[in-house]
């Protein structure tokens, strides 16, 4: 799922820097069915299983999950969530903020 160079990245903000969100979102993967999307923004050098992400759900939150449970998931049609190869990596506590705001202003 993950390029040795974003596993790389993703090792180096373990952390400090994750629990801030001051390190970049490297890696959006997403449901094509429905809203729910992940942003991969840290990963336990320890246990390559362990990341840290934002999780855009019915709510934004800011979570540690298993990569196989990530790769795990499917959709109703029992497709699989994908990798989105358009996204380029953004300071995660802006994905963080523009997420909130998009799902929670006006209510």
Same mark, same amino acid.
């Given at each position: 799922m993950l390029?040795?160079?974003q596993v790389e990245t993703l090792q180096k903000n373990w952390g400090v820097i994750s629990e801030c969100l001051s390190c970049k979102s490297e890696v959006r993967v997403y449901d094509?069915?429905? +809203?729910w999307e992940c942003y991969i923004h840290a990963m336990n050098p320890d246990n390559p299983d362990e990341v840290v992400c934002i999780i855009n759900g019915e709510t934004v939150e800011v979570s540690i999950w298993s990569l196989k449970e990530i790769a795990a998931l499917f959709n109703?049609?029992?497709d699989s969530i994908r990798?989105? +190869?358009s996204y380029r990596?953004?300071?995660?506590k802006e994905v963080y903020k523009s997420l909130r705001k998009d799902k929670y202003?006006?209510?």
């Open positions: 390029s040795p160079k094509p069915l429905s +809203t109703s049609h029992g990798v989105d +190869t990596p953004r300071l995660a202003d006006g209510q």
